[in-house]
């Protein structure tokens, strides 16, 4: 099982611009949610899924859109990039699923620069 | 909901020595409990999670936890560490009833001086 994927890495963008950062799990997890982490804050949970077809938004959702058409896959758009959206993107999963889990199990991160 | 508090923000320690990160969540509600590391540039590992029964747990990397319902705390514990420990350390809380949300504390950065 490859896990919890993320891509890209590293993205540079200008104010303005859109994106979508990808994520997707192998492990058949019902829930996934993106984190974004900034310095000296921790975690703060942006938008999380407890199924195909089924969002919500977390603490900070704003400047962010998330669909779930597949059970894999749960991308992060972006729609018009600020400054204040720099920061590192993780997405993270957990079960129920083909391996039920309590906790969740987290991507390597997208690290997000917007100028 | 939750509010997870890490009093330390920054714990330099010197190798061999023991070490206590503190965790304290806010509500009495049953919980689940969780540490989780993060090296350098990488993303959340988890660490070990108190889900039921025995109150002390052990995790990976020589790490134990103890859960504290009365002081609603959750404070992870290394008798010795190694340079290898050097990280970022996070507690998070998830409600027993819920059990989606998972609420996370503002990190700990653990140094290990040689």
């Known amino acids: 099982n490859a896990g919890v994927t993320q891509t890209p890495k590293f993205q540079v963008l200008k104010t303005g611009q859109s994106m979508t950062l990808q994520c997707a799990q192998d492990m058949n997890h019902e829930y996934m949610s993106w984190y974004r982490q900034d310095p000296g804050m921790g975690l703060r949970l942006i938008h999380y899924?407890?199924?195909?077809?089924?969002?919500d938004q977390g603490e900070v959702p704003n400047g962010y859109n998330v669909s779930r058409s597949t059970t894999e896959d749960f991308p992060l758009r972006l729609l018009s990039a600020a400054p204040s959206q720099t920061s590192v993107y993780f997405c993270a999963s957990r079960g129920p699923g083909q391996a039920f889990s309590y906790e969740q199990y987290f991507g390597p991160g997208t690290r997000l620069t917007v100028t | 909901a939750q509010s997870v508090t890490q009093l330390d923000s920054q714990v330099p320690v010197f190798e061999e020595a023991p070490v206590e990160l503190r965790c304290n969540y806010s509500s009495s509600v049953s919980v689940y409990l969780f540490w989780y590391v993060q090296y350098p540039n990488q993303g959340l590992q988890l660490l070990l999670k108190y889900l039921s029964g025995s109150t002390l747990v052990k995790g990976i990397n020589g790490f134990e936890a103890e859960f504290n319902k009365s002081q609603t705390s959750f404070h992870l514990r290394k008798p010795s560490v190694h340079i290898s420990d050097t990280a970022e350390y996070f507690c998070a809380v998830s409600d027993r009833n819920t059990g989606n949300q998972f609420y996370f504390g503002t990190g700990t950065s653990l140094t290990v001086i040689p």
């Open positions: 899924s407890v199924g195909a077809g089924i969002t």
